[in-house]
């Protein structure tokens, strides 16, 4: 009987000629690659001013800093996502102001994202939780889409989107991370920031020689960390770019049958994703243990935030994640699992647990 698994990193012939083909230049390191994938992504994801950087999280943690988020400020987020995007916050000192979920899709639930709002809101950090669209429309204060598991377009009213590249989200560079700015002063910032504050255009056109006729070529004027994203991580991305209408055709292909496979099952709704699929189901333990016996992965993947000790370790009173708490469970979404693998899951499903 063939395992199922929860995961399995997506890596195709191109994408491994890519970095063959990188590692006989003499640029691994950030280089015309990078070059090279953001204006592919840029092509296929119709933006202007994508950043290439070394993680999804550096990709918020910049985003962050390019909206000035300080010490104090309140930045409301979503209690149910990786810690990877709120991690960041509290590095910074904001306040983390976590808002309750909605039961049919586990993303932010924008009623009460508006009840929260006070004159102390820097942002709201809106998680496309499993590849599913969040609904969140225009709000009173700025927005930050978290796309980390949502590889489309970004939202149009996102000052800054942040995407990971983690080594088994759809679009993969073993990890890495794309942001989207929507103007060009942001742009030259964060492709400086992202190499220690030094503008590495004018490094180029210096040669990159830093110093000459007693001069610095290159000024630093604000001091930036180092997350700059590899010419050999690049060239995964190139290579998986070329079949990114395969590779997302593929996981929506697998929702669809997914979403019409586990209708009307008696303790079961599904809740539907592109990156995996989240359900909610009764009697939860039992359910994971059935899949179990039949060679098929389960996982929650996603802890609520607010009961980890760093964000507070305390439960809130958050009525539709206090709901789903025990009952969501995750059911496995990739490139290496097939039309008949999700049929066989379906199947498993309805035969009850």
Same mark, same amino acid.
């Given at each position: ?22 590692? @006989? ?13 953001? @204006? ?27 909206? !000035? ?46 009840? @929260? ?13 499993? +590849? ?74 210096? !040669? ?52 019409? +496979? ?50 507070? +370790? ?37 035969? +009850?647990?």
């Amino acid at each position: 009987m063939k395992k199922i698994v929860m995961f399995y990193p997506y890596v195709n012939d191109e994408m491994r000629q890519e970095v063959q083909k990188t590692l @006989k230049t003499r640029w691994i390191g950030q280089g015309p690659k990078v070059d090279q994938l953001e @204006k592919d992504w840029a092509k296929i994801f119709k933006v202007k001013y994508p950043v290439a950087v070394n993680s999804g999280t550096a990709s918020l943690f910049l985003a962050y800093h390019l909206m !000035g988020i300080k010490k104090g400020d309140e930045v409301i987020t979503s209690v149910l996502t990786c810690t990877a995007t709120n991690i960041p916050l509290l590095q910074m000192g904001a306040k983390i102001v976590f808002a309750d979920i909605k039961r049919d899709t586990l993303n932010l639930d924008p009623e009460d994202i508006k009840r @929260k709002i006070t004159k102390k809101t820097k942002c709201v950090i809106n998680v496309h939780l499993s +590849g599913n669209k969040s609904d969140i429309d225009k709000m009173p204060v700025p927005i930050i889409g978290d796309s980390s598991q949502y590889h489309e377009p970004p939202m149009p009213y996102d000052k800054y989107t942040c995407y990971s590249l983690q080594a088994i989200k759809q679009i993969t560079t073993a990890d890495g991370g794309m942001l989207v700015v929507n103007n060009k002063s942001d742009y030259k910032r964060a492709k400086a920031l992202r190499w220690f504050g030094i503008d590495r255009e004018a490094k180029r056109r210096a !040669g990159w020689q830093v110093y000459k006729g007693r001069e610095i070529t290159t000024d630093i004027t604000e001091a930036g960390w180092k997350l700059q994203m590899t010419d050999v991580t690049a060239s995964l991305g190139i290579g998986a770019l070329k079949s990114y209408k395969k590779i997302m055709n593929h996981h929506y292909n697998l929702k669809k049958i997914y979403d019409k +496979g586990l209708k009307n099952i008696s303790g079961l709704t599904a809740v539907g994703g592109a990156w995996s699929y989240p359900v909610l189901v009764e009697k939860r333990e039992k359910f994971m243990k059935l899949l179990a016996k039949h060679g098929i992965e389960s996982n929650i993947i996603q802890v609520r935030n607010d009961i980890v000790s760093i964000f507070g +370790g305390k439960r809130l009173n958050l009525p539709n994640m206090n709901w789903a708490e025990d009952r969501y469970v995750y059911l496995p979404l990739h490139m290496m699992v097939s039309e008949n693998d999700v049929l066989r899951i379906i199947n498993v499903i309805r035969k +009850g647990w």
